[in-house]
């Protein structure tokens, strides 16, 4: 999962959005904050799908959990900023250890069909319960904090986070935890001989990317000043499932190259067409039949040759 040569990427990656403030235009800002985001929601779901092999089609339902949460609490509580982020995630990660504990008693797709289902629950309450919510026209005016209301300060505070969240991945996936992951994925039968408690230790996996789903979460609300049921819906679980099998589901990096590769990929197909539904499509396509392994995947081929 983890090597010397994504350890580098992710240093440039981090050495180049360092420098995107200093271009002298907010748009580049604005878009590096977004797909940052995105790839912390990807990074989350890796836990489950690329570490532990259990691809959850519900994930979107921990991003809206945290990103409702941390606007009640900063809102409708006025609680500090690190109060209510730090209380947006434990509910993120609540909601995961319920929904994990029944989930992770099932395999394959009877799994992700379990995960869907959580998922449409949590969009229905967000759509009915609109004394917290706010139904159908969503929690507006995200009372965010008044140094965090400049773009910059806001791309610098989610750059800090996005790294922490990384780091604490990165040791996560190079930890014994995170190998023994990798072993359950590979051989569930076999690591349950070895002494791993196998149901366990999904349900820690699921409880983890539901935690850092919801810290995305808590970020995509203060950015966007607001938070909509569409974030539970299933669309979104499933955008996030074509970042991760886009840059690369068994890779570390893979996540946070697929988020940025769609991402701008929507944004720029946007500008031109209406039928980016159509291009994701595609995109699905070329990934299950001639790239199943992802960029990553192509980028190790093409570096195989030199290397012999």
């Given at each position: 999962?983890?090597?010397?040569?994504?350890?580098?990427?992710?240093?440039?990656?981090?050495?180049?959005?360092?420098?995107?403030?200093?271009?002298?235009?907010?748009?580049?800002?604005?878009?590096?904050?977004?797909?940052?985001?995105?790839?912390?929601?990807?990074?989350?779901?890796?836990?489950?799908?690329?570490q532990t092999g259990n691809l959850s089609f519900?994930?979107?339902?921990?991003?809206?959990?945290?990103?409702?949460?941390?606007?009640?609490?900063?809102?409708?509580?006025?609680?500090?900023?690190?109060?209510?982020?730090?209380?947006?995630?434990?509910m993120s990660a609540a909601a995961a250890l319920?929904?994990?504990?029944?989930?992770?008693?099932?395999?394959?797709?009877?799994?992700?069909?379990?995960?869907?289902?959580?998922?449409?629950?949590?969009?229905?309450?967000?759509?009915?319960?609109?004394?917290?919510?706010?139904?159908?026209?969503?929690?507006?005016?995200?009372?965010?904090?008044?140094?965090?209301?400049?773009?910059?300060?806001?791309?610098?505070?989610?750059?800090?986070?996005?790294?922490?969240?990384?780091?604490?991945?990165?040791?996560?996936?190079?930890?014994?935890?995170?190998?023994?992951?990798?072993?359950?994925?590979?051989?569930?039968?076999?690591?349950?001989?070895?002494?791993?408690?196998?149901?366990?230790?999904?349900?820690?996996?699921?409880?983890?990317?539901?935690?850092?789903?919801?810290?995305?979460?808590?970020?995509?609300?203060?950015?966007?000043?607001?938070?909509?049921?569409?974030?539970?819906?299933?669309?979104?679980?499933?955008?996030?499932?074509?970042?991760?099998?886009?840059?690369?589901?068994?890779?570390?990096?893979?996540?946070?190259?697929?988020?940025?590769?769609?991402?701008?990929?929507?944004?720029?197909?946007?500008?031109?067409?209406?039928?980016?539904?159509?291009?994701?499509?595609?995109?699905?396509?070329?990934?299950?039949?001639?790239?199943?392994?992802?960029?990553?995947?192509?980028?190790?081929?093409?570096?195989?040759?030199?290397?012999?």
């Amino acid at each position: 999962m983890t090597s010397r040569p994504q350890l580098i990427f992710l240093l440039a990656v981090f050495a180049v959005l360092a420098v995107v403030p200093f271009l002298g235009a907010r748009y580049p800002v604005e878009l590096a904050t977004q797909v940052m985001i995105f790839s912390l929601f990807a990074l989350s779901l890796n836990v489950l799908a690329g570490q532990t092999g259990n691809l959850s089609f519900g994930h979107a339902a921990f991003l809206s959990i945290g990103g409702y949460a941390c606007a009640y609490f900063l809102t409708r509580l006025g609680w500090p900023l690190a109060v209510s982020m730090a209380g947006a995630v434990i509910m993120s990660a609540a909601a995961a250890l319920i929904i994990g504990a029944l989930c992770v008693r099932l395999n394959a797709i009877y799994f992700s069909m379990l995960t869907l289902a959580f998922s449409m629950l949590v969009w229905a309450v967000a759509t009915k319960w609109r004394s917290i919510t706010g139904g159908d026209d969503g929690f507006v005016g995200v009372d965010v904090p008044i140094y965090l209301t400049n773009p910059y300060s806001f791309f610098w505070f989610t750059l800090a986070v996005c790294a922490l969240s990384v780091v604490a991945l990165w040791i996560l996936s190079a930890s014994a935890m995170g190998h023994a992951l990798v072993a359950i994925r590979e051989n569930p039968t076999r690591a349950s001989f070895l002494g791993m408690n196998v149901k366990r230790m999904r349900l820690a996996a699921f409880v983890i990317a539901g935690a850092f789903a919801g810290l995305a979460g808590c970020l995509l609300a203060m950015y966007v000043r607001g938070m909509y049921p569409q974030t539970a819906f299933w669309t979104q679980s499933g955008q996030v499932i074509i970042m991760v099998l886009l840059g690369g589901i068994h890779s570390f990096i893979g996540p946070i190259i697929g988020a940025a590769v769609l991402y701008l990929l929507e944004v720029i197909t946007e500008q031109y067409t209406e039928y980016w539904s159509f291009v994701m499509g595609l995109i699905l396509l070329a990934i299950v039949m001639a790239f199943p392994e992802g960029l990553v995947g192509i980028f190790s081929k093409l570096r195989a040759p030199r290397r012999s």
